[in-house]
């Protein structure tokens, strides 16, 4: 979650959201990460999960995370639950619940919904604060 949380702080110093995300091969060796880039690349479906799951593909040379984990600095929004779904990724670690658009168990707990025929571990409140107080800082400086 440290590298994820300077990824995130990078994207809050380029004007993004400031969101982070790694992803761990299943023996814990990080093999991508990425942070928002939709302010830079002006590209919706720029989210920090979607990134890194571009990344960790390229870098293992398919489509298909089985055994990885995905650690981001928020709670994965509806596109990038459908992503991660769609990447079999195995594990969700998540800093920050968000209520607003959050669908690994605020508004929506996509990722572990019965109904599909893929499911994923969800871990989420990780340095929850950090994580917090990154995302406040960020949206005051803009108020």
């Known amino acids: 979650m440290d590298r994820a949380l300077a ?8 004007g993004d959201v400031p969101v982070g995300a790694v992803v761990l091969d299943a023996t814990a060796r ?8 939709r302010a830079v690349t002006f ?23 089985e055994g990885c984990t995905l650690v981001v600095t928020l709670e994965p929004c509806l596109m990038c639950a ?7 990724v195995t594990r969700v670690v998540f800093g920050a619940w968000d209520d607003k658009a959050g669908a690994a168990g605020s ?9 599909l ?3 994923a571990e ?3 409140g ?7 107080a990154l995302l406040r800082q960020f949206f005051d400086d803009r108020r």
Do not use: C
């Not at 990824?7 to 380029?14: D, F, M, P, Q, S």
């Not at 990080?30 to 880039?37: D, F, L, M, R, T």
């Not at 459908?82 to 079999?88: E, K, N």
């Not at 990780?126 to 917090?132: G, P």
């Open 117 to 119: 025929p893929y499911r």
């Open 43 to 65: 590209d919706p479906t720029a989210h920090a999960e979607v990134v890194a799951l571009r990344a960790a593909a390229a870098s293992l040379g398919s489509w298909n995370l």
């Open 7 to 14: 990824l995130a702080a990078r994207a809050g110093a380029a």
């Open 107 to 115: 508004m929506y707990d996509v990722l572990r919904d019965r109904r």
């Open 30 to 37: 990080v093999i991508a990460e990425g942070s928002n880039e």
């Open 122 to 124: 969800v871990i989420g």
């Open 82 to 88: 459908g992503a991660i779904l769609q990447a079999r």
């Open 126 to 132: 990780v340095r929850e604060d950090a994580v917090t």
